[in-house]
Protein backbone atom coordinates (compact mmCIF):
# COMPACT_ATOMS: atom_id res chain seq x y z
CA UNK A 1 0.00 0.00 0.00
CA UNK A 2 1.29 3.52 -1.16
CA UNK A 3 2.13 5.70 1.97
CA UNK A 4 -0.10 8.57 2.22
CA UNK A 5 0.36 12.57 1.59
CA UNK A 6 1.56 14.77 3.71
CA UNK A 7 -1.45 16.23 5.90
CA UNK A 8 0.29 19.79 5.01
CA UNK A 9 1.02 19.10 1.53
CA UNK A 10 -1.98 21.10 -0.29
CA UNK A 11 -0.56 23.80 2.45
CA UNK A 12 2.99 23.73 0.31
CA UNK A 13 1.71 24.23 -2.78
CA UNK A 14 -0.50 26.83 -2.24
CA UNK A 15 2.51 28.44 -0.67
CA UNK A 16 4.22 27.91 -3.44
CA UNK A 17 1.33 29.28 -5.85
CA UNK A 18 1.21 32.19 -3.34
CA UNK A 19 5.04 33.18 -4.10
CA UNK A 20 4.62 33.06 -7.86
CA UNK A 21 1.51 34.93 -8.07
CA UNK A 22 2.99 38.33 -6.06
CA UNK A 23 5.29 39.96 -8.84
CA UNK A 24 2.23 39.60 -11.18
CA UNK A 25 -0.10 42.52 -10.64
CA UNK A 26 2.47 45.40 -10.13
CA UNK A 27 4.55 43.07 -7.75
CA UNK A 28 1.46 43.80 -5.52
CA UNK A 29 2.31 47.32 -4.75
CA UNK A 30 -1.02 48.21 -5.21
CA UNK A 31 -4.26 48.18 -2.88
CA UNK A 32 -6.36 45.47 -4.42
CA UNK A 33 -3.24 42.96 -4.68
CA UNK A 34 -1.92 43.81 -1.49
CA UNK A 35 -4.89 42.81 0.20
CA UNK A 36 -5.14 39.78 -1.74
CA UNK A 37 -2.07 38.20 -0.72
CA UNK A 38 -2.44 38.80 2.83
CA UNK A 39 -6.13 37.39 2.62
CA UNK A 40 -4.02 34.09 0.65
CA UNK A 41 -1.27 34.00 3.28
CA UNK A 42 -3.72 35.07 6.41
CA UNK A 43 -5.70 31.17 4.96
CA UNK A 44 -2.62 29.20 4.20
CA UNK A 45 -1.91 29.60 7.67
CA UNK A 46 -4.93 29.32 9.06
CA UNK A 47 -5.37 26.07 7.70
CA UNK A 48 -2.10 25.13 9.12
CA UNK A 49 -3.06 26.22 12.63
CA UNK A 50 -6.30 23.60 12.24
CA UNK A 51 -3.80 20.78 11.05
CA UNK A 52 -2.11 21.57 13.90
CA UNK A 53 -4.72 21.59 16.55
CA UNK A 54 -5.79 18.23 15.32
CA UNK A 55 -1.83 16.93 15.19
CA UNK A 56 -1.67 16.32 11.54
CA UNK A 57 1.07 19.00 11.64
CA UNK A 58 3.86 19.48 14.05
CA UNK A 59 6.81 22.35 14.48
CA UNK A 60 9.70 21.89 13.06
CA UNK A 61 12.85 22.36 14.53
CA UNK A 62 14.24 25.12 12.56
CA UNK A 63 10.83 27.21 13.70
CA UNK A 64 11.92 26.31 17.07
CA UNK A 65 15.10 27.63 17.01
CA UNK A 66 13.95 30.57 14.88
CA UNK A 67 12.27 31.88 17.90
CA UNK A 68 14.41 34.58 18.79
CA UNK A 69 13.41 36.31 15.10
CA UNK A 70 9.63 35.10 15.15
CA UNK A 71 9.72 37.18 18.59
CA UNK A 72 11.51 40.49 17.11
CA UNK A 73 9.21 40.18 14.34
CA UNK A 74 5.83 39.91 16.55
CA UNK A 75 7.64 43.21 18.44
CA UNK A 76 7.66 45.51 15.72
CA UNK A 77 4.15 44.35 14.88
CA UNK A 78 2.86 44.96 17.94
CA UNK A 79 4.92 48.49 18.33
CA UNK A 80 2.74 49.32 14.81
CA UNK A 81 -0.46 48.39 16.61
CA UNK A 82 0.86 50.89 19.74
CA UNK A 83 1.59 53.78 17.22
CA UNK A 84 -1.97 53.76 15.84
CA UNK A 85 -3.85 53.56 19.35
CA UNK A 86 -5.35 56.83 20.88
CA UNK A 87 -2.60 58.04 23.24
CA UNK A 88 -3.81 60.88 26.09
CA UNK A 89 -2.70 64.35 25.39
CA UNK A 90 0.52 64.04 28.44
CA UNK A 91 1.66 60.22 27.58
CA UNK A 92 1.96 61.39 23.87
CA UNK A 93 3.86 64.92 24.47
CA UNK A 94 6.30 62.71 26.74
CA UNK A 95 6.71 59.96 24.15
CA UNK A 96 6.82 62.65 20.91
CA UNK A 97 6.35 66.16 21.48
CA UNK A 98 6.39 67.05 17.62
CA UNK A 99 3.26 64.84 17.30
CA UNK A 100 1.50 66.39 19.73
CA UNK A 101 1.77 69.57 18.44
CA UNK A 102 1.02 68.35 14.10
CA UNK A 103 -2.16 66.89 15.65
CA UNK A 104 -2.72 69.39 18.17
CA UNK A 105 -2.42 72.24 15.67
CA UNK A 106 -4.99 70.00 12.73
CA UNK A 107 -6.97 68.51 15.52
CA UNK A 108 -6.60 65.01 14.45
CA UNK A 109 -6.65 61.46 15.72
CA UNK A 110 -4.05 61.71 18.61
CA UNK A 111 -1.37 58.88 18.10
CA UNK A 112 2.04 58.46 17.60
CA UNK A 113 1.25 57.77 14.02
CA UNK A 114 0.65 61.12 11.64
CA UNK A 115 -1.34 58.43 9.15
CA UNK A 116 -3.43 56.27 11.94
CA UNK A 117 -5.28 54.36 8.33
CA UNK A 118 -1.58 53.64 6.94
CA UNK A 119 -0.27 52.40 10.25
CA UNK A 120 -3.33 49.62 10.26
CA UNK A 121 -2.48 49.04 7.07
CA UNK A 122 1.03 48.44 7.75
CA UNK A 123 -0.08 46.51 10.53
CA UNK A 124 -1.85 43.98 7.93
CA UNK A 125 1.24 43.42 5.86
CA UNK A 126 3.76 43.18 8.55
CA UNK A 127 1.72 40.41 10.05
CA UNK A 128 1.50 38.93 6.46
CA UNK A 129 5.16 38.91 6.28
CA UNK A 130 5.60 37.39 9.60
CA UNK A 131 3.70 34.42 8.59
CA UNK A 132 5.62 34.55 5.31
CA UNK A 133 8.27 33.63 7.81
CA UNK A 134 6.75 31.47 9.53
CA UNK A 135 5.29 28.86 6.61
CA UNK A 136 8.58 28.86 5.39
CA UNK A 137 10.08 27.30 8.28
CA UNK A 138 6.64 24.79 8.77
CA UNK A 139 6.11 23.91 5.50
CA UNK A 140 9.73 22.94 3.38
CA UNK A 141 10.30 20.29 5.92
CA UNK A 142 11.75 17.85 2.93
CA UNK A 143 14.48 16.80 0.50
CA UNK A 144 11.81 17.57 -2.19
CA UNK A 145 10.07 20.71 -1.01
CA UNK A 146 13.04 22.72 -0.52
CA UNK A 147 14.33 21.63 -4.09
CA UNK A 148 10.63 22.60 -5.05
CA UNK A 149 10.87 26.11 -3.01
CA UNK A 150 14.24 26.98 -5.28
CA UNK A 151 12.83 25.78 -8.47
CA UNK A 152 9.34 28.40 -8.01
CA UNK A 153 11.65 31.04 -7.07
CA UNK A 154 13.37 30.13 -10.52
CA UNK A 155 10.63 29.60 -12.59
CA UNK A 156 9.14 33.64 -11.22
CA UNK A 157 12.49 34.96 -12.28
CA UNK A 158 12.34 33.20 -15.11
CA UNK A 159 8.92 34.76 -16.54
CA UNK A 160 9.85 38.18 -14.73
CA UNK A 161 13.14 37.96 -17.20
CA UNK A 162 11.81 36.63 -20.59
CA UNK A 163 8.64 38.66 -20.32
CA UNK A 164 10.45 41.95 -19.65
CA UNK A 165 13.37 41.39 -21.97
CA UNK A 166 11.15 40.51 -24.59
CA UNK A 167 9.18 43.74 -24.07
CA UNK A 168 12.04 45.56 -24.07
CA UNK A 169 13.81 44.52 -27.27
CA UNK A 170 10.12 44.06 -29.05
CA UNK A 171 10.29 47.87 -28.33
CA UNK A 172 6.57 47.45 -26.69
CA UNK A 173 5.62 49.90 -24.09
CA UNK A 174 2.67 47.89 -22.99
CA UNK A 175 3.11 46.16 -19.44
CA UNK A 176 0.84 43.16 -18.92
CA UNK A 177 -1.88 45.51 -17.05
CA UNK A 178 -0.74 49.37 -18.09
CA UNK A 179 1.53 51.08 -20.35
CA UNK A 180 5.26 50.68 -19.27
CA UNK A 181 6.51 53.83 -16.88
CA UNK A 182 10.23 53.39 -17.51
CA UNK A 183 10.14 52.80 -21.54
CA UNK A 184 13.29 51.07 -23.05
CA UNK A 185 14.12 48.82 -20.31
CA UNK A 186 12.60 45.94 -18.64
CA UNK A 187 10.49 46.60 -15.81
CA UNK A 188 8.56 42.72 -15.79
CA UNK A 189 5.28 42.99 -14.45
CA UNK A 190 6.89 45.59 -11.68
CA UNK A 191 6.50 49.27 -12.46
CA UNK A 192 9.92 50.39 -11.36
CA UNK A 193 12.98 49.30 -13.05
CA UNK A 194 14.86 48.76 -9.86
CA UNK A 195 12.38 46.65 -8.22
CA UNK A 196 12.43 43.69 -11.04
CA UNK A 197 16.39 44.10 -10.28
CA UNK A 198 15.89 43.69 -6.75
CA UNK A 199 13.13 40.82 -7.37
CA UNK A 200 15.84 38.88 -9.74
CA UNK A 201 18.99 39.43 -7.28
CA UNK A 202 16.97 37.00 -4.84
CA UNK A 203 15.41 35.00 -7.73
CA UNK A 204 19.28 33.79 -9.07
CA UNK A 205 20.46 33.50 -5.90
CA UNK A 206 18.00 30.82 -5.45
CA UNK A 207 18.98 29.49 -9.06
CA UNK A 208 23.07 29.89 -8.25
CA UNK A 209 22.39 28.15 -4.75
CA UNK A 210 20.56 24.73 -6.35
CA UNK A 211 23.11 24.62 -9.00
CA UNK A 212 25.51 24.18 -6.24
CA UNK A 213 23.47 21.94 -5.00
CA UNK A 214 23.02 19.89 -7.39
CA UNK A 215 26.60 19.98 -8.74
CA UNK A 216 28.46 16.30 -8.49
CA UNK A 217 30.59 15.99 -5.20
CA UNK A 218 32.56 12.45 -6.53
CA UNK A 219 36.26 13.40 -7.96
CA UNK A 220 36.61 12.58 -11.43
CA UNK A 221 39.29 9.51 -11.71
CA UNK A 222 40.95 11.15 -14.93
CA UNK A 223 40.87 13.47 -18.02
CA UNK A 224 38.14 11.56 -19.73
CA UNK A 225 35.88 11.23 -17.10
CA UNK A 226 36.22 15.02 -16.16
CA UNK A 227 35.15 15.72 -19.15
CA UNK A 228 32.12 13.36 -18.79
CA UNK A 229 30.90 14.83 -16.19
CA UNK A 230 31.47 18.68 -17.65
CA UNK A 231 29.41 17.58 -19.89
CA UNK A 232 26.85 16.08 -17.80
CA UNK A 233 26.52 19.52 -16.31
CA UNK A 234 25.98 21.25 -19.12
CA UNK A 235 23.77 19.04 -21.34
CA UNK A 236 21.71 17.14 -18.45
CA UNK A 237 19.18 18.37 -16.12
CA UNK A 238 20.80 21.10 -14.22
CA UNK A 239 21.55 22.76 -17.94
CA UNK A 240 17.73 24.24 -17.50
CA UNK A 241 18.60 25.62 -14.37
CA UNK A 242 21.57 27.06 -16.31
CA UNK A 243 19.60 28.49 -18.99
CA UNK A 244 17.36 30.01 -16.50
CA UNK A 245 20.03 31.55 -14.89
CA UNK A 246 21.33 33.37 -18.45
CA UNK A 247 17.68 34.65 -19.20
CA UNK A 248 17.61 36.12 -15.71
CA UNK A 249 21.06 37.85 -15.70
CA UNK A 250 19.53 38.69 -19.33
CA UNK A 251 16.52 40.60 -17.93
CA UNK A 252 18.76 42.13 -14.63
CA UNK A 253 20.87 43.77 -17.41
CA UNK A 254 17.82 44.86 -19.78
CA UNK A 255 16.74 46.81 -16.40
CA UNK A 256 19.48 49.11 -16.79
CA UNK A 257 19.33 49.22 -12.86
CA UNK A 258 23.14 50.37 -11.55
CA UNK A 259 22.99 49.45 -8.02
CA UNK A 260 20.69 46.03 -8.89
CA UNK A 261 23.58 44.82 -11.16
CA UNK A 262 26.36 46.48 -8.74
CA UNK A 263 24.45 44.22 -5.92
CA UNK A 264 24.19 41.02 -7.80
CA UNK A 265 27.62 40.94 -9.38
CA UNK A 266 29.34 41.95 -5.98
CA UNK A 267 26.97 39.79 -4.07
CA UNK A 268 27.74 36.65 -6.46
CA UNK A 269 32.02 37.86 -5.86
CA UNK A 270 31.58 37.89 -2.13
CA UNK A 271 29.64 35.05 -1.02
CA UNK A 272 31.29 32.78 -3.83
CA UNK A 273 34.32 33.31 -3.03
CA UNK A 274 33.24 32.51 0.70
CA UNK A 275 31.56 29.63 -0.14
CA UNK A 276 34.78 28.20 -2.60
CA UNK A 277 36.39 28.47 1.29
CA UNK A 278 33.67 27.45 3.33
CA UNK A 279 32.87 24.20 1.85
CA UNK A 280 36.30 22.88 2.35
CA UNK A 281 36.64 20.54 -0.40
CA UNK A 282 37.11 22.44 -3.43
CA UNK A 283 36.11 20.64 -6.71
CA UNK A 284 37.01 21.95 -9.91
CA UNK A 285 33.37 21.93 -11.49
CA UNK A 286 32.43 24.45 -8.32
CA UNK A 287 35.30 26.62 -9.40
CA UNK A 288 34.32 26.22 -13.20
CA UNK A 289 30.99 26.88 -12.35
CA UNK A 290 31.50 30.27 -10.79
CA UNK A 291 34.10 30.82 -13.38
CA UNK A 292 31.24 30.43 -16.23
CA UNK A 293 29.02 32.70 -14.31
CA UNK A 294 31.45 35.97 -14.15
CA UNK A 295 32.48 35.14 -17.43
CA UNK A 296 29.94 34.10 -19.77
CA UNK A 297 27.06 36.24 -17.78
CA UNK A 298 28.89 39.06 -17.13
CA UNK A 299 30.98 39.42 -20.61
CA UNK A 300 28.66 37.41 -23.55
CA UNK A 301 25.27 38.28 -22.21
CA UNK A 302 26.00 41.39 -20.29
CA UNK A 303 28.11 42.81 -23.28
CA UNK A 304 25.91 41.75 -26.02
CA UNK A 305 22.72 42.92 -23.99
CA UNK A 306 24.05 46.13 -23.17
CA UNK A 307 25.76 46.19 -20.03
CA UNK A 308 27.79 49.17 -21.27
CA UNK A 309 24.78 51.33 -20.82
CA UNK A 310 24.68 50.30 -17.29
CA UNK A 311 28.51 51.30 -16.76
CA UNK A 312 27.36 54.47 -18.11
CA UNK A 313 24.65 54.83 -15.51
CA UNK A 314 26.52 54.37 -13.11
CA UNK A 315 29.68 56.63 -14.20
CA UNK A 316 26.78 59.66 -14.45
CA UNK A 317 25.89 58.98 -10.56
CA UNK A 318 28.32 61.26 -9.17
CA UNK A 319 28.28 63.58 -11.67
CA UNK A 320 24.36 64.04 -11.36
CA UNK A 321 22.81 64.65 -8.30
CA UNK A 322 19.36 63.63 -8.24
CA UNK A 323 15.90 63.58 -6.63
CA UNK A 324 17.03 60.68 -4.49
CA UNK A 325 19.81 62.69 -3.08
CA UNK A 326 17.11 65.10 -2.07
CA UNK A 327 14.48 62.96 -0.87
CA UNK A 328 17.07 61.21 1.65
CA UNK A 329 18.42 64.69 3.05
CA UNK A 330 14.51 65.51 3.60
CA UNK A 331 14.30 62.55 5.49
CA UNK A 332 17.27 63.12 7.63
CA UNK A 333 15.46 65.97 9.04
CA UNK A 334 12.12 63.94 9.48
CA UNK A 335 14.15 61.70 11.40
CA UNK A 336 15.56 64.01 13.88
CA UNK A 337 12.40 65.12 14.81
CA UNK A 338 10.77 61.58 15.38
CA UNK A 339 13.90 59.63 16.23
CA UNK A 340 12.44 57.31 18.78
CA UNK A 341 9.09 56.51 18.18
CA UNK A 342 8.85 57.56 14.22
CA UNK A 343 6.49 58.71 12.28
CA UNK A 344 4.03 55.64 11.85
CA UNK A 345 4.47 52.68 9.96
CA UNK A 346 3.22 53.20 6.48
CA UNK A 347 2.74 56.79 6.83
CA UNK A 348 6.31 58.08 5.03
CA UNK A 349 4.13 59.53 2.05
CA UNK A 350 1.85 61.39 4.36
CA UNK A 351 4.16 63.36 5.86
CA UNK A 352 7.13 64.06 3.46
CA UNK A 353 5.31 67.16 1.87
CA UNK A 354 6.22 68.69 5.14
CA UNK A 355 9.65 68.10 5.14
CA UNK A 356 10.50 68.54 0.96
CA UNK A 357 13.10 70.91 -0.09
CA UNK A 358 11.43 70.82 -3.55
CA UNK A 359 10.76 74.58 -4.60
CA UNK A 360 8.10 73.01 -7.36
CA UNK A 361 6.48 70.04 -5.77
CA UNK A 362 5.04 67.78 -8.96
CA UNK A 363 2.83 64.32 -7.72
CA UNK A 364 3.94 63.32 -4.30
CA UNK A 365 6.67 61.08 -2.69
CA UNK A 366 5.23 57.93 -1.21
CA UNK A 367 9.04 56.48 -0.41
CA UNK A 368 12.73 57.22 0.63
CA UNK A 369 15.65 56.08 -1.89
CA UNK A 370 16.85 54.64 1.23
CA UNK A 371 15.27 51.42 2.87
CA UNK A 372 17.03 51.39 5.92
CA UNK A 373 16.50 55.59 6.39
CA UNK A 374 12.53 54.58 5.63
CA UNK A 375 12.28 52.56 8.15
CA UNK A 376 14.40 54.58 10.95
CA UNK A 377 11.66 57.33 9.82
CA UNK A 378 8.38 54.83 10.27
CA UNK A 379 9.42 52.99 13.24
CA UNK A 380 12.00 55.06 15.26
CA UNK A 381 15.67 53.89 15.52
CA UNK A 382 15.21 51.41 17.85
CA UNK A 383 12.56 49.10 16.50
CA UNK A 384 14.44 49.72 13.09
CA UNK A 385 17.61 48.44 14.96
CA UNK A 386 15.49 45.37 15.94
CA UNK A 387 14.15 44.74 12.08
CA UNK A 388 18.04 44.73 11.28
CA UNK A 389 18.94 42.31 14.63
CA UNK A 390 16.17 40.06 12.07
CA UNK A 391 18.04 39.94 9.10
CA UNK A 392 21.69 39.75 11.06
CA UNK A 393 20.55 36.98 12.58
CA UNK A 394 19.21 35.42 9.72
CA UNK A 395 22.42 36.11 7.21
CA UNK A 396 24.11 34.82 10.10
CA UNK A 397 22.52 31.81 10.37
CA UNK A 398 23.02 31.59 6.27
CA UNK A 399 26.66 31.39 6.75
CA UNK A 400 26.41 29.07 9.57
CA UNK A 401 24.91 26.54 7.35
CA UNK A 402 27.65 26.93 4.62
CA UNK A 403 30.37 26.33 7.51
CA UNK A 404 28.77 23.87 9.45
CA UNK A 405 26.68 21.48 7.57
CA UNK A 406 27.93 18.72 5.93
CA UNK A 407 25.34 18.18 3.33
CA UNK A 408 25.78 19.65 -0.32
CA UNK A 409 21.96 20.89 -0.91
CA UNK A 410 21.80 22.46 2.57
CA UNK A 411 25.31 24.44 2.24
CA UNK A 412 23.72 25.53 -1.58
CA UNK A 413 20.49 26.64 0.01
CA UNK A 414 23.00 28.33 2.48
CA UNK A 415 24.72 30.06 -0.27
CA UNK A 416 21.43 30.91 -1.87
CA UNK A 417 20.05 32.85 1.15
CA UNK A 418 23.33 34.45 2.37
CA UNK A 419 23.50 35.81 -1.71
CA UNK A 420 20.22 36.92 -1.39
CA UNK A 421 19.95 39.17 1.89
CA UNK A 422 23.67 40.23 0.74
CA UNK A 423 22.25 41.49 -2.83
CA UNK A 424 18.96 43.07 -1.01
CA UNK A 425 20.93 44.92 1.79
CA UNK A 426 23.61 46.38 -0.72
CA UNK A 427 20.53 47.22 -2.86
CA UNK A 428 18.37 49.21 0.25
CA UNK A 429 21.05 51.36 0.30
CA UNK A 430 19.68 53.57 -2.80
CA UNK A 431 16.24 52.02 -3.58
CA UNK A 432 12.83 50.76 -1.55
CA UNK A 433 12.90 47.41 -2.73
CA UNK A 434 11.29 46.47 0.66
CA UNK A 435 8.67 48.69 0.65
CA UNK A 436 6.80 46.54 -2.24
CA UNK A 437 5.20 43.78 -1.48
CA UNK A 438 6.56 41.19 -3.44
CA UNK A 439 10.13 42.12 -3.13
CA UNK A 440 9.71 42.22 0.82
CA UNK A 441 7.31 39.16 0.98
CA UNK A 442 10.46 36.98 -0.91
CA UNK A 443 13.04 38.55 1.55
CA UNK A 444 11.09 37.32 4.38
CA UNK A 445 10.98 33.59 2.11
CA UNK A 446 14.87 34.21 2.02
CA UNK A 447 15.55 35.24 5.50
CA UNK A 448 13.41 31.89 6.55
CA UNK A 449 15.19 29.64 4.10
CA UNK A 450 18.96 30.60 6.09
CA UNK A 451 17.13 29.17 9.32
CA UNK A 452 15.85 26.03 6.94
CA UNK A 453 19.54 25.00 5.36
CA UNK A 454 21.07 25.32 9.16
CA UNK A 455 18.93 23.47 11.32
CA UNK A 456 16.47 21.25 9.25
CA UNK A 457 17.07 17.71 9.96
CA UNK A 458 15.81 14.60 8.59
CA UNK A 459 16.15 12.57 11.21
CA UNK A 460 13.39 15.00 13.22
CA UNK A 461 11.67 16.91 10.49
CA UNK A 462 9.91 14.14 9.07
CA UNK A 463 6.44 15.54 7.25
CA UNK A 464 3.35 13.57 9.34
CA UNK A 465 1.42 11.25 7.90
CA UNK A 466 -2.50 10.46 8.79
Known amino acids: MAPRAPADRFLFHAFLALLLWIPLPFGSNVAWASSFMEAWVFLIAGLWLVQYYRGKVSLSRPFVRAWPVTACLLAALLWILVQALPLPAGALGLLSPRALAIHSSTHSYPSLSLDVHATRQAALQTLAYLLFFCLTLLLVNSRP ?78 WRDSARQLLRT ?177 QGMGFAATMAIVALLIHSAVDFNLQIPANAAMFVVMLALGWVSRYWDPLIDLPAHH
Request: overall charge positive; proline content about 2%.
Open 234 to 410: LLGNKARVRLALVVMVTGLVLTRSRMGNTAFFASLTGVGCFYLLAVRKLSGRTITFFASLLIIDLLVVGNFFGLEKVAERIQQTSTEPGDRVDTDRDALAMLRDFPLTGIGAGAFYAVYPMYTSAVVVTGFTRHAHDDYLQFACEFGLFFAAVLGAVVLASLWTAIRAQLKRRDQQL
Open 145 to 222: RIRLLAQALIVGGVFQAAYGSLMTLAGLEHGMFIDRQDPGVATGTFINRNHLAGYLEMCLAAGVGLMLAELSSTRATG
